[in-house]
Structures are given as structure tokens and as C-alpha cells.
Nanobody, 123 residues
């Protein structure tokens, strides 16, 4: 079983900053891609930022230049530094990963989600 635990969400004023963390625990062989998604009320979940095991990153156009994704492979943790926050960044933010794990003697791909953390940007 793989668990993802997010932290760092909260209420912040427009222009402020937050840093989200997602710690991965459990049994797995490797973690490949990790990412942050968000879902605002009445909207579909969307990709915010992603990072590969090699450190390559990609961002949604709406957050480029404001958000930075990073990971600490030794700690199995991914971060999302969010600066210059806007009210439209308000959403539940979810951590996601793709990796591989052993199951019944076979190495299988898997994907897991965190429980989500609320980010509210409001004055």
C-alpha cells in the first residue's frame, strides 16, 4: 500500500505564498513522475505541475513563472512552491505519482493520489 500525505495548504491573501508538501510512504519499487493537480468547485481536476524522476518539469500556463515544483528523492517528497497567488488559484490541491511496485512476483505500474489540501486565496 502506498500513501501520499499532503500538507501546507491554508488561507492566504492575494499576492502571498504557500508551499505544499507531499510525502510518500509505503511499499514500492520506484517513483517515476510526480505531480500536483487542483480542482476548484464546479470545475474539472487539472494538472498544475509535474516533475519526472530526472527532474524535468512542466507547468500549466496559468501558473508558469509563479509556481515551482521540486522533489527530494531521498525523502520521497514532492513540493509545490506557490508565489504571487491569485484568487483563481483557490482549489483543492492533490498530489499524484506514477511508479512501479512488486506484486505477486511481477513488477507493475501504479498510480496513487493524496487526499487533497485546500488552498484559499482571498482578502
Amino acid at each position: 500500500q502506498v500513501q501520499l500525505v499532503e500538507s501546507g495548504g491554508g488561507l492566504v491573501q492575494p499576492g502571498g505564498s504557500l508551499r505544499l508538501s507531499c510525502a510518500v510512504s509505503g511499499s514500492f519499487f520506484s517513483i517515476e513522475d510526480m505531480g500536483w493537480y487542483r480542482q476548484a468547485p464546479g470545475k474539472q481536476r487539472e494538472l498544475v505541475a509535474a516533475i519526472t524522476s530526472g527532474g524535468s518539469t512542466n507547468y500549466a500556463d496559468s501558473v508558469k513563472g509563479r509556481f515551482t515544483i521540486s522533489r527530494d528523492n531521498a525523502k520521497n517528497t514532492v513540493y509545490l512552491q506557490m508565489n504571487s497567488l491569485k484568487p483563481e488559484d483557490t482549489a483543492v490541491y492533490y498530489c499524484n505519482l506514477h511508479g512501479s511496485r512488486w506484486y505477486l512476483g511481477n513488477l507493475n505500474d501504479f498510480s496513487s493520489w493524496g487526499q487533497g489540501t485546500q488552498v484559499t486565496v482571498s482578502s
